[in-house]
Structures are given as C-alpha cells and as structure tokens.
Nanobody, 125 residues
Framework: QVQLVESGGGLVQPGGSLRLSCKAS????????IGWFRRPPGKERKGVSC????????SSADSVKGRFSISRDNAKNTVFLQMDSLKPDDTAIYYC??????????????????WGQGTQVTVSS
C-alpha cells in the first residue's frame, strides 16, 4: 500500500540544522510533486517547500528561503529537506505529502493526495 515515511525530526538549538527525509513507497504511477508542510503549535498547516519529481523544480515559502533547501533522490523515491539556521518559529510538526497530478502551486496543500504521519521539529535552547 501507499506509504510516506518521514524521519529526521528532533530537538535542536537555535541556529542549528536538521535534515528531514520522506520516503515514498507503494505508488503504481509516477509522482508529480512531493511537498513539505508544517503545523506550528496552535496554528494552521502551511506549505514549506516542494519539488517536482520529473525536473526538480522547487518552490519555498518566503519564511524559509535561504535557510531550507529541498532535494530528491528519484532512485530511492526519497525527498530531503535540509533545514539550516533554525529558529524557534520553525518549531512545528513537519509533514510530507505527494501530488500525483499536475499542481499549479505546489505549496498549496489542497492538491496533495497522500500524507505522511508527521515528524516533530523543536527549536529551543
């Protein structure tokens, strides 16, 4: 069956780094995009960064540009989110999600078909 498994979350001090991984399995067709979303405590979930599988085009939210980068390993069906210069405001549950069809804005969660269970990222001293 379809599975998205996130890993790499944890507790880190401000200014530190973490690398999240999202491994997709069980899909019977090519995927269009994989995105990372996050839900801070008491707030709504929003798009962080996303990548199209075929050509590697990326988009990122303004709040993480210059600090986070997304990449993919198509052979392993895995997408990574490298998070540097982390701030307390980055504290959230991070989710990866798959869009099977074309999406106009890959940071919009409404176009995604499958979601992982989430991984907690806490930035605190």
């Amino acid at each position: 069956q379809v599975q998205l498994v996130e890993s790499g979350g944890g507790l880190v001090q401000p200014g530190g780094s973490l690398r999240l991984s999202c491994k997709a399995s069980g899909f019977s067709r090519d995927l269009y995009a994989i995105g990372w979303f996050r839900r801070p405590p008491g707030k709504e979930r929003k798009g962080v960064s996303c990548i199209t599988i075929s050509d590697g085009r990326t988009s990122s939210a303004d709040s993480v540009k210059g600090r986070f980068s997304i990449s993919r390993d198509n052979a392993k069906n895995t997408v990574f989110l490298q998070m540097d210069s982390l701030k307390p405001d980055d504290t959230a549950i991070y989710y990866c999600a798959v869009a099977e069809e074309y999406v106009w804005n890959c940071l919009y969660e409404g176009d995604y078909n499958y979601w992982g269970q989430g991984t907690q990222v806490t930035v605190s001293s």
